[in-house]
Structure formats: structure tokens, C-alpha cells
């Protein structure tokens, strides 16, 4: 078997859970060494980013990255999962509502916010995943509102075709950022109700919509596993042939070879990524977080 290590760019469809994409990839590539970064929910669609073989040691490099989505709200409807899967739980008529209105109330959302996850979400509370509870029916216990940041907002569409009040936005936002809260906390603050109707990510950082393949693509092997370290956010330091020996046996390495002192990517002379390396203050001494060699 030829093992291969990288990350791979999905452009997921509708009706697959994450989880379902990852059982994909483990029949085609073979491989049960497979995580994903950013789960997107059944009706979304867009950029999942799966880490492959020992690329799954780097996902914690790419998860706290930004990401961005385009996304169609109706405005007048209320649904029990926030988004256009649910049951319609409340209506109200928005004749009188101006597209100046909306977009004034978007504005307001640019920034960092405390935001309240769906009911209908993964997130835990006692052990249990909140949709879990939802779809039975369950008491659900208050849930705690958590610090997001909004980073832009803009490509605002007014789809007058559509029912209600419905248009298309993109929002570049940070991790744990629910899209279906900002439909539904939109719909609140302009006295309308608000559900997500479409939701397409077309960016986590440096990974984007025009690189990924689609998944009838993928499953007839034609892909291409990606090198995952032009993906990250880190400094690159060529190590000499004198050091390089101390990398490959994951020792600790003088802090004067990398002046930065921070977490850094180490490749050899000849371009192989070695290993990540991060400054350990108490030590005084640059140590091995990630071998790749």
C-alpha cells in the first residue's frame, strides 16, 4: 500500500455530514489516518479541508483559522434549527421592511460578540451534543453565548424572486461562528424572524473554493494530495546539515537558529519539511512540537 500524506480540498455537496466525506476518503485513499477541519452541517456546501496520514498531526494548526461563507437569509420565518431544514415555528409579514433597514442591522454585526449556538448544534452541555437533546424532545439547559468575531461583511444581493425578504451576503468571520445564529439574531433585532437558507464556505484561510475537487471527481481517483505546510500561518527556517541530524532525532536545538523564537516550520537544504519546533521558555531551547521527517 502507498501511503500519502497532505491535505485535501472537498468541495462538499448537500445531504453529507463531514463525518460522511471522511468515510469517503477512508475507502478511496485507503487510510483510516483521516481528520477534517470545520465541520459544515447536511445542507451546507463548500471548502472542507480533510488531513491525510500524518498531516492529521498538523489539524490543530488550521483550526482556529478564519473562515468565509456566502449565505442566503430569509427574513420573515422562524425555524426550530435556524436554517430552511427545519419546521417553520413562527411567520410575521415584512411588506414594510427597506433593504436600507436590512443592511443598516448587518453592519451592527462587524466585530467581536458573544453569539448563542443553535439548539440545534454540537456543541456539549453535560456530555450530551445539543441536537441530541433537541430531537427528542429534551429539556435543553441555557446555553452559554461564546466570543466570535464578525471580520467583514459585504456582496449584499437582494434576490427579489425569492419568497419574503431573501438575499445573499458573504461574511469572513473567526472559528465557532454559527452563520444560523446571525440569520436568526438578524431576523430578532429587525422585529422579523430570520432563517438561513443556503450557506456555501468558500474560504478557511488559505484554502479556497477554486482549489477544491468535488466528491464524484474525488471517488474516481483523480485528486491530488496537497503539501499542507504552504497552507500555514508559520515562519519557515532552512536548519543547516551541522543541525539537521538533531531534528531528525526530534532533539532539543539552540534558539539563536531560528532568531524568532516562535513556532516555526524547519525544512533541510534541499526543500524536505523536517518537523515544527516552538520556543520553550523554561528550557531556553527551540523543541520539537510535529516530526514529518
Avoid at 469572513?172 to 430578532?188: N, W
Avoid at 424572524?193 to 474525488?218: C, H, K, M, P, S
Avoid at 505546510?229 to 531534528?247: A, C, Q, R, T
Avoid at 531528525?248 to 534541499?270: A, C, M, N, Q, T
Wanted: some cysteine.
Amino acid at each position: 500500500m502507498v501511503f500519502m500524506d497532505g491535505v485535501l480540498i472537498i468541495n462538499k455537496p448537500k445531504s453529507y455530514t463531514s463525518h460522511d466525506i471522511v468515510d469517503i476518503a477512508r475507502k478511496v485513499l485507503m487510510t483510516r489516518r483521516i481528520g477534517h477541519i470545520g465541520t459544515l452541517d447536511p445542507n451546507a456546501t463548500g471548502v472542507l479541508v480533510l488531513c491525510v496520514n500524518k498531516a492529521t498531526k498538523l489539524v490543530k494548526y488550521f483550526e482556529n483559522h478564519s473562515k468565509t461563507y456566502i449565505a442566503t437569509i430569509r427574513l420573515g420565518i422562524q425555524t426550530d434549527t435556524d436554517d430552511i431544514t427545519g419546521k417553520v415555528v413562527k411567520e410575521t409579514k415584512i411588506e414594510d421592511l427597506k433593504e436600507e433597514d436590512v443592511l443598516k442591522e448587518l453592519k451592527t454585526f462587524k466585530g467581536k460578540q458573544e453569539q448563542i449556538p443553535p439548539k440545534y448544534s454540537a456543541i456539549k452541555i453535560n456530555g450530551r451534543k445539543l441536537y441530541e437533546l433537541a430531537r427528542r424532545d429534551l429539556t435543553i439547559p441555557p446555553i452559554n453565548p461564546r466570543t466570535v468575531e464578525i471580520y467583514s461583511i459585504d456582496k449584499f444581493k437582494h434576490l427579489k424572486d425569492e419568497p419574503g425578504f431573501t438575499f445573499q451576503i458573504r461574511f469572513k468571520v473567526s472559528k465557532g461562528t454559527y452563520i444560523r445564529s446571525i440569520a436568526r439574531d438578524l431576523g430578532e433585532r429587525l422585529g422579523v424572524y430570520g432563517t438561513l437558507v443556503e450557506l456555501e464556505r468558500t474560504r478557511i484561510n488559505q484554502f479556497t473554493i477554486e482549489e477544491a475537487i468535488d466528491l464524484e471527481t474525488f471517488k474516481q481517483g483523480k485528486y491530488e494530495l496537497k503539501d499542507p505546510f504552504k497552507y500555514m500561518d508559520l515562519n519557515k527556517h532552512v536548519i543547516s546539515p551541522e543541525f539537521e541530524h538533531y531534528v531528525r532525532h526530534g532533539r532539543f536545538i539552540d534558539p539563536d537558529l531560528v532568531p524568532e523564537k516562535k513556532d516555526v516550520i524547519l525544512y533541510s537544504e534541499s526543500g524536505e519539511p523536517l518537523a515544527i519546533y516552538y520556543y520553550d521558555e523554561q528550557k531556553n531551547q527551540m523543541r520539537m512540537s510535529v516530526k514529518w521527517c
